[in-house]
Structure formats: structure tokens, C-alpha cells
């Protein structure tokens, strides 16, 4: 897929609102009015919006615990996502997910997920449906190096692979699993995971959008034509804790500066676009200023938003199809 102006200015914008969102939460969170647990994706912006620029209404995503960044680039409201994190009655699922659990259905967001590996059997499940309906969607789970050992994402690779399911599995690994190194937990590599599966994996650099869009691109179009799942294993950083509170003891000195000043993944799209003429710096400075207001008001609204009353408790607790 050819990126236009208009792909590029979106695919910016999504990226700064993510990275807005999240370092807004940071503040936010710690002055203990945002109930529950909070994991920021900040610096991991490329792989949501490198992946998701490709996907349609039709297709589905599953995401992680450390999930609002899948959810931006997904299209979900950031408003109702703001109230939702703050616990409020008109937040995308009124209140009662939180940070954790905001899913949007009608967006194709099937959730966030406090179960580590807790997604890719999901998106086997949306892309069987996807396949049986003949809808041409597509279902991509996004998962972290550490979900990456969880018997449900060998099983869900197995499974993709013996039904040839339109399904990507995007391997977000930023080094970690808590506080333990991939480096020491994660035996063999990702992408000899998926081929001793019998997919295609391709490695690619997460502080490069264009490097993942490309990628994403390729093995979307895959599936979408029918020929099965693939992985992507995408290696970049999160610039905050495993969950906010986390004092980072186990990163090395200057690890996280470094990598803000050397890697992110913002300022190389910037030095792209604007070194290669394909966006003006002003362009760019106005989605910035733009974000900034959106994520101000955001804020104002959910703190301002009315909680679920006592009559709320027993509602939304079972589905009804
Ligand atoms: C089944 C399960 N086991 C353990 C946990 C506790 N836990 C929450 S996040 C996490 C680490 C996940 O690491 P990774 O998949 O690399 O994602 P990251 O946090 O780095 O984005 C663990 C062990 C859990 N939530 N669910
Ligand atoms: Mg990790």
C-alpha cells in the first residue's frame, strides 16, 4: 500500500495521539484519582499504527494488557476511552472495564486483556468467523514477548496454521515480560516459532513505521487473499514501567533516555517525512498542538463525567445474542 499525504498525516496524528494519551495518563495516574492498573504503551506507537493503518471495519484485532495504543490506532474513541480508564458511566464500556478490559466491538477492538496470551486464541476465533462468512476481514492479535511463551499462542499458531486462517500475529517485544529480559526467558526466535509452525515471519525494526507498515502490509494482504496466517516480530521499547508504579530497578543506566533520544519512533517519522519533502514541519506542528487540545479536553471531560450509580451494578454482566 502506496502512502499518500493524507495516510502520512493520519498515520502521524494516530501516533502522537497515542504517545499524548499515554504520557497524559502519567501524569494523571499518579495523582490517584485513575482507579485500577495502568500500562502505558508510550514508544511502541509504530507497530499499532503501522499495523492497524491496514485494517478496515471488517477486520478485528485483539489486544493486550498494555492496550489503549491498539485501541487508538483501532479507531476507538478517545474520549470514551479517557472516561473509561477514569471509571465513568459513559466510557466506552460504561465504567466497568477500565485501563485493562476497553473493548469496542462495533470498531473490531475485541479487547484489551489482563490474560497474558490471552488474545491470539481470540483472533483464531474472529478469523474462523471471518473465513466461514467469507467476509474478506481479517484478524490480527497483538502480543508481547513474554505472551509469546503461553501455551494459548503456540496452540492459537498451530491452530491458524492447520485451518489457514486470516489471521497476524504481531509480536510486540520491547525486551520484557515484567521485569524479566527476553533476552533470558524467550529460548529460539519468534520467527523460527512461526515457521517450525509452518507461517512466514519477518523481523522488523518497531522504531521504523514505515518498516512495519510494510511488513503488516504484506502479510494482511496474505491472509486477506486466502493464503494464512503469518507472525511479525516487532522489537522496540516501552518507555514507562511494566505498570505505572514500577520503579524499573531492572533497566540499565540511561537505557530508556537513550533509546527516547536515539530511536523514537516520532522523531524518525518526522526526519523521514520532512528530510524526504513528503510533509512541512508546520504540518506536522499543527497535528501537535491539535492532539494537544484533544487530549486536554479528554481529560476535562472524563474527570467531569458522572460514575455508574448502584442501579449500574447488575447491567452489561451477561451478553445477550
Ligand atoms: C496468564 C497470565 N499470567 C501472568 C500474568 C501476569 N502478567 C501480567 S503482564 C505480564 C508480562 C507480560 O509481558 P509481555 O507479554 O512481554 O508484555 P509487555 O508487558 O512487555 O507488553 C505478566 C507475567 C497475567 N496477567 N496473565
Ligand atoms: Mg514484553
Aim: with cysteine; glycine share 12%; charged share 25%.
Amino acid at each position: 500500500m502506496q502512502l499518500n499525504r493524507d495516510d502520512l498525516l493520519r498515520a502521524y496524528r494516530t501516533m502522537r495521539l497515542i504517545r499524548d494519551f499515554e504520557e497524559r495518563l502519567h501524569v494523571e495516574f499518579a495523582t490517584g484519582e485513575i482507579p485500577g492498573f495502568v500500562h502505558l504503551y508510550a514508544g511502541e506507537e509504530a507497530s499499532a499504527v503501522g499495523v492497524c493503518m491496514h485494517l478496515g471495519e471488517r477486520d478485528s484485532i485483539a489486544s493486550t494488557h498494555r492496550g489503549h495504543g491498539h485501541c487508538i490506532a483501532k479507531g476507538c474513541d478517545v474520549g470514551g476511552m479517557m472516561k473509561e480508564i477514569y471509571g465513568r458511566k459513559d466510557g466506552l464500556c460504561a465504567g466497568k472495564g477500565g485501563s485493562m478490559h476497553i473493548a469496542d466491538l462495533s470498531k473490531g477492538m475485541l479487547g484489551a486483556n489482563g490474560i497474558v496470551g490471552g488474545g491470539p486464541p481470540l483472533i483464531c476465533g474472529a478469523a474462523l468467523t471471518a473465513k466461514v462468512m467469507k467476509t474478506g476481514g481479517v484478524a490480527v492479535a497483538f502480543l508481547g514477548d513474554g505472551a509469546s511463551n503461553q501455551g494459548t499462542t503456540l496452540e492459537s499458531y498451530n491452530l491458524a496454521s492447520v485451518w489457514k486462517l486470516p489471521a497476524v500475529f504481531v509480536v510486540e517485544d520491547n525486551g520484557y515480560a515484567e521485569s524479566t529480559a527476553s533476552g533470558y526467558a524467550v529460548a529460539g526466535s519468534q520467527s523460527d516459532r512461526a515457521r517450525g509452525f509452518g507461517m512466514p515471519a519477518q523481523e522488523v525494526d518497531g522504531f521504523d513505521f514505515f518498516a512495519v507498515h510494510a511488513a503488516a502490509g504484506a502479510a494482511i494482504e496474505r491472509a486477506r487473499a486466502g493464503e494464512g496466517p503469518s507472525l511479525i516480530h516487532v522489537r522496540l521499547t516501552r518507555y514507562f514501567g511494566h505498570f505505572e508504579g514500577d520503579g524499573m530497578t531492572y533497566r540499565g543506566p540511561g537505557e530508556v533516555d537513550r533509546l527516547r533520544a536515539e530511536r523514537d519512533c516520532l522523531q524518525r517519522f518526522r526526519a523521514r517525512v520532512t528530510e524526504a519533502a513528503l510533509l512541512e514541519a508546520d504540518a506536522l506542528d499543527a497535528i501537535d498542538r491539535s492532539v494537544a487540545e484533544d487530549i486536554e479536553r479528554s481529560v476535562r471531560d472524563a474527570k467531569e463525567a458522572p460514575r455508574p450509580t448502584e442501579a449500574d451494578l447488575l447491567t452489561d454482566v451477561y451478553v445477550a445474542y
